[in-house]
């Protein structure tokens, strides 16, 4: 008989979170029975062809309490009989105190509609990201008694305080993150490191097939045909599309190049104004939220892959982009900042280029070059895309969390193999 778990993620499905659709479906083909547990309605009009192949029903919490007070009274009938009901408040309280606001309030109303309506057999709970969800999780799994475990990425741990972090650190069972510098900073948060995983998100080359390898030509002094940039990432304020529109706006004026941007986000019409306002509006393309396969035929089209991450005021931070890899396994050169997760999947100069984050200055001239030489950019794109390959494949991640789940390893030599490759991926 399967393993039965519930997943708790903040919304569902959501085009920016593939990386969190691949796994899901990947689980469930080793086995895993899943229940979604989401805190939003999706927003998305569209969404990806992996999210039709997911089995997994989902539960939609009540996002505001206000919104469904009867079935958020029923909740908490049911949870106050339940074993753990003192000691959630305890700790609830204990959090509130140090973090009195409405949010804090909803995650115990979710947490107890959610104890309440658990589909029966549920063995363990799962949240996708350290803050809100992980917050749910936590008091669900003290009203129940359930043992509890975690992902975390960027956002929710770089804008968490400490003491949180702390303390669901010591009450989970093990936690998985995709970077070395998520790894080593929680790993020093925690009372017991060994149960802070490094697990890479890696990609479904199935999904990501590599096209024909054709040499790159378009260069920038050439006006009748521009290089064609494009970046992939939600308009917020740590991917820094500010410093990559004044960075293009440094470039000659004679500099051939037109920008298609994908993606949503708040900043999307402060971005535009911005780029009209210096005068380039007229070489970009913004295309909004689209789906896989659209994205994909866009990376196929382009010349040059750019994303300008950075760290902002409140310590929000990528952590290792998935548009990074896609982009790679398409064979297109990328060119990013030194932060994060980042430096662990392109290598300077070698399978991509890096720039320090925030310098605008330093990025022109990086689009300078890379914009004005085709070969180098032919070059550094199947250098990553080799690399992407070998390093950076799901079922590697997949092989890890498999056995974090205790999911039956795969017969004979597929063991093997998963094995050998998860050593080698933990080591890179």
Known sequence: MSRQITLVLKGYPRLSETFIAQEIRALEQRGLHITLASLRHPTDKATHPIHDEIQAPVLYLPEYLHQEPLRVL????????LPGYRTCLQHWWQDLKRDCSRNRVRRLGQAMVLAAELPPGTEQLYAHFLH???????YCALLTGLPWSASAHAKDIWTSEPWELREKLAELSWLATCTGANHDYLQSLAADPSRVHLVYHGLDFRRFSAPPSMPQSRDARQAQDPVRLISV???????????????LAALPAECAWQLTHIGG???????KQQAQALGIDQ???WLGALPQKQVLESYRTSDLFVLASKIVDDGDRDGLPNVLMEAQSQGLCCLSTS??????LIEHQRTGWLVEPGDATGLTAALQRLLHDP??????????QQRVQR????????????????????????AVNSTAARHCHCEH
């Open 74 to 81: 029923k909740g908490w009938w049911k949870a106050r009989r």
């Open 132 to 138: 809100t969800p992980a917050s749910v999780t936590r």
């Open 233 to 247: 990432g939600r308009a917020v304020a740590k991917k820094g599309y500010d410093d990559l529109l004044n960075a």
């Open 265 to 271: 986000g708040p900043l999307l019409g402060g971005l």
């Open 283 to 285: 070489r970009i393309q």
């Open 339 to 344: 932060i994060s997760g980042i430096p662990e």
């Open 375 to 384: 070969a180098l950019r032919t070059t550094l794109g199947q250098a990553g």
């Open 391 to 414: 390093v950076f494949d799901v079922e590697r991640g997949i092989d890890q969390l498999a056995e974090l789940f205790d999911l039956p390893a795969p017969a004979g030599e597929t």
